[in-house]
């Protein structure tokens, strides 16, 4: 009775308009075609794309810059410290942003001995090439959270099952699929149908560093992700470490103390010591951080110090006033998962990022309190050092 009923009102009512039926009967096809591709699509492939942790499919479009942060460019033999290749890592992630396209990320960041003591430095001289990189590298995933990171840039890496997929299918299509770009500005590249259109951009062919891809940065509407960006990227553990630690310290300041890989000196030819940072190594000793910061942190207070200083026992002066903490001071939260001192710094930037007071050692912005007044990036011009005060009392 009931569908006799509901037969008898389906004659009574008005025709159907011509539009709601094709519009109803194009929505059928849609999901029956959504269905179909669904099931014909590889379940390897389709449980990537269904993933709600990782929402990248074929429909998406693609940047790629090489297999190792900065190459292609000057550092693919060898490579810089983590700041400079965050610089370029935040390069190659604005682009993909200005060009809504998912990044693909290199699965594995180079660890430059110089920057590091765990684990390194002891290498046979026989490894071949991909040994040693293997052995003076980690794993992306180890220092950045890449789902946390995905909300504000997709990525995906390089050693991925869908980055796999998706350069298949790139060759596949040939020129229809990938462009190897040269010179090609970042508006021709989002706003031409020759770029636009392809599922894969290969940044590849350009012989530059990719931070030297965003050497407009001092024009501040250029810059699309902040410095603070990377930092707060970092991998669960290591930012779980971090809040366990601030919670521990309480209320506190923090100065980071860059020292070792910037006092660089050499000789000019009459002899003369001549420095690129001529008061870095007098600002930074403690006799002249306790009268720089005195206005700032108060006496008494807990002052957390990251410092790539080596020297034992450097800063115990700075005791008559404060204080004084050490990430060394948390060995048993951070040595259990700390590989090597990249990580080690991520979870002290995330300290001193917490701090009620930060002081760095060099400006990044006007608005910051620094330990020096020298310029972190300069013409390349070698001073004499100076080491007597400039007659400021404290």
Not at 150 to 163: A, E, G, Q, R, Y
Not at 249 to 254: K, P, R
């Amino acid at each position: 009775m009931a569908i006799q009923k509901t037969h008898q009102k389906v004659k009574l009512s008005k025709p159907r308009s011509p539009i709601f039926v094709l519009t109803a009967s194009l929505a059928c096809i849609a999901v029956l075609y959504l269905v179909s591709s669904l099931l014909s699509t590889p379940r390897s492939i389709r449980n990537l794309v269904t993933d709600p942790k990782n929402r990248h499919s074929l429909h998406e479009k693609y940047l790629y810059w090489g297999n190792r942060i900065d190459c292609p460019g000057k550092h693919c033999d060898s490579c810089e410290g983590l700041g400079h290749q965050e610089s370029s890592l935040r390069c190659a992630l604005e682009e993909a942003l200005f060009l809504g396209r998912t990044f693909v990320m290199p699965s594995r960041m180079c660890i430059n001995p110089i920057h590091n003591k765990k684990g390194i430095l002891h290498q046979s001289g026989d490894m071949v090439s991909e040994e040693r990189w293997a052995a003076s590298s980690c794993a992306m995933a180890s220092l950045y959270d890449l789902d946390l990171m995905s909300n504000t840039v997709p990525v995906i890496l390089d050693n991925s099952k869908m980055w796999h997929h998706v350069l298949t299918t790139s060759m596949k299509l040939g020129s229809r699929g990938i462009a190897h770009v040269q010179g090609v500005s970042r508006a021709d590249l989002k706003e031409k149908s020759l770029y636009s259109n392809l599922l894969l951009i290969n940044r590849t062919a350009s012989p530059l560093s990719w931070f030297m891809e965003c050497k407009d940065r001092n024009n501040r509407s250029s810059i699309m992700l902040p410095y603070s960006f990377l930092p707060s990227m970092a991998a669960k553990k290591l930012r779980d470490a971090a809040e366990k630690i601030m919670a521990l310290l309480g209320d506190y300041d923090a100065i980071h103390v860059r020292r070792g890989d910037k006092l660089k000196t050499r000789k000019d030819r009459f002899g003369v010591e001549r420095s690129l940072h001529p008061h870095l190594d007098r600002d930074t000793r403690p006799e002249f951080i306790l009268c720089r910061i005195a206005k700032w942190v108060p006496a008494g207070r807990t002052l957390f110090i990251a410092s790539n200083e080596r020297t034992p026992g450097f800063f115990s002066p700075l005791a008559v006033r404060y204080k004084l903490a050490y990430s060394s001071n948390y060995s048993s939260l951070l040595d259990p998962l700390v590989e090597n001192n990249y990580q080690l710094f991520m979870v002290e930037r995330l300290i001193m990022m917490g701090a009620k007071t930060f002081i760095r050692t060099f400006k990044e912005d006007e608005t910051d309190l620094s330990l020096t007044d020298d310029p972190k990036k300069n013409t390349k011009i070698w001073h004499i050092p100076v080491y007597t005060k400039d007659g400021e009392d404290c």
